[in-house]
Every structure is written in C-alpha cells, then in structure tokens.
T-cell receptor, first 114, second 109 residues
Framework: SQTIHQWPATLVQPVGSPLSLECTVE??????LYWYRQAAGRGLQLLFY??????ISSEVPQNLSASRPQDRQFILSSKKLLLSDSGFYLC?????????????FGPGTRLTVT | GQNIDQPTEMTATEGAIVQINCTYQ??????LFWYQQHAGEAPTFLSY????GLEEKGRFSSFLSRSKGYSYLLLKELQMKDSASYLC??????????FGKGTRLSVIA
C-alpha cells in the first residue's frame, strides 16, 4: 500500500528565517506530487505540482520554491519567511495510471511564522 | 478559471440525513471529488464522480449533474464523528484539483 510522509509536523520560525519542508511517498512509482497551503479559515491553495523529477509548475508567485530531487521526494523551501507564510502545508500525491487521479494527502506541517 | 461554491456551515442532528451541495463553473470538466477534513488533520478522499448520477459508498453517496454544474454529498445515519469540513474539488483536463472553501458540518445530539 502507498503511504505519504511529511516532516516536521509542526514548526515555529521567525520572520526572515529559511524553510525546508520535506515530503516522501512510498509504495508507488512516478507519482504526481503537489504542495498545498491552507491558511486559517480558508480553502486549500495549490502552490506547486510536479509530474516528474526536476519538473515543477508554480501556481502562485511568492517567496516559496519547490524541488523534486528524486522520484518520490518533494521539498518546499523559502529563503526568507514572511508572516503571511503561516499556515497548514499539505503534500499530496496522485497516480498517473489511475484514470480518476484522486489525490491523497500527507499528514501536513503546521507552520507558524512569528 | 474555476468557481466552486459550497455553503460555509451546516448543522444536522445525529441519526439524520444531510445533503451538502456544491456548484461549479469550469471548462474542460474531468471529475468532481469530495474530501472529508477533521479539524487539524489532512483531507481524506471520500468519492469521485465523472459521469452523471449517484455513486454510493456505505453511508455516503455523491451525485453529479454535469449539465447543471452541480454535485451533492449525502450523508446518512449521521454520527458525531461525521462532524468535519467537507471539501468539494474539481479537476479540469489533466490539471491538479481545485478545491472549494469547504462546508463545516456540525452534528448535534
């Protein structure tokens, strides 16, 4: 069966500090990978998605970036955090060979920028 | 772009039936999804509709009308643990899912 991991689970960082969130998927090959952010009381906002190693599509211009160094690893980064970067960050995957393409989410990282 | 609308909040009684509606406007429709999200947790996949009609999974059913841009999630025999947010999401072409803001359901005794 497939599992998706994210770490850390919670993070408190000062404004201006760097960020690195990691997501890994097990039990599947060549998945599509996604980063979403959910701010308090708001919907899920797609940040980045990737259809393969080194292939990143950015949905929202901001001070965040994403990388996919390995097939089942997706990393979200920032060089300098802003207060507005606080939120619940969710990584998700979907299978390319499944016609429905439903997305499965990791447990999330709750980021508070102070 | 896509526009997805769902009610912000609903309240229903334990043991009852509740219907959560979702309307959408999009081009290139390629599927509608429902997710459940308990407070502080990640969303979990509930159902998928791509053709018109009703899909049933135990106590949960999801309906789709593509011509009307309309879907609903039906929850039967409500339990306290069903208190959660329910997210409607739409896929167009091969793009990632776009989510509505969710409906917060409170189940009361």
């Amino acid at each position: 069966s497939q599992t998706i991991h994210q770490w850390p689970a919670t993070l408190v960082q000062p404004v201006g500090s760097p960020l690195s969130l990691e997501c890994t998927v097990e039990g599947t090959s060549n998945p599509n990978l996604y980063w979403y952010r959910q701010a308090a009381g708001r919907g899920l906002q797609l940040l980045f998605y990737s259809v393969g190693i080194g292939q990143i599509s950015s949905e929202v211009p901001q001070n965040l970036s994403a990388s996919r160094p390995q097939d089942r690893q997706f990393i979200l980064s920032s060089k300098k955090l802003l207060l507005s970067d606080s939120g619940f960050y969710l990584c998700a995957w979907s299978a390319r060979d499944r016609g429905s393409y439903e997305q499965y989410f990791g447990p999330g990282t709750r980021l508070t920028v102070t | 772009g896509q526009n997805i609308d769902q009610p912000t909040e609903m309240t229903a009684t334990e043991g009852a039936i509740v219907q959560i509606n979702c309307t959408y406007q999009t081009s290139g429709f390629n599927g509608l999804f429902w997710y459940q999200q308990h407070a502080g947790e990640a969303p979990t996949f509930l159902s998928y509709n791509v053709l018109d009609g009703l899909e049933e999974k135990g106590r949960f059913s999801s309906f789709l009308s593509r011509s009307k841009g309309y879907s609903y999630l039906l929850l039967k025999e409500l339990q306290m643990k069903d208190s959660a947010s329910y997210l409607c999401a739409v896929r167009t072409g091969n793009t990632p899912l776009v989510f509505g803001k969710g409906t917060r359901l409170s189940v009361i005794a």
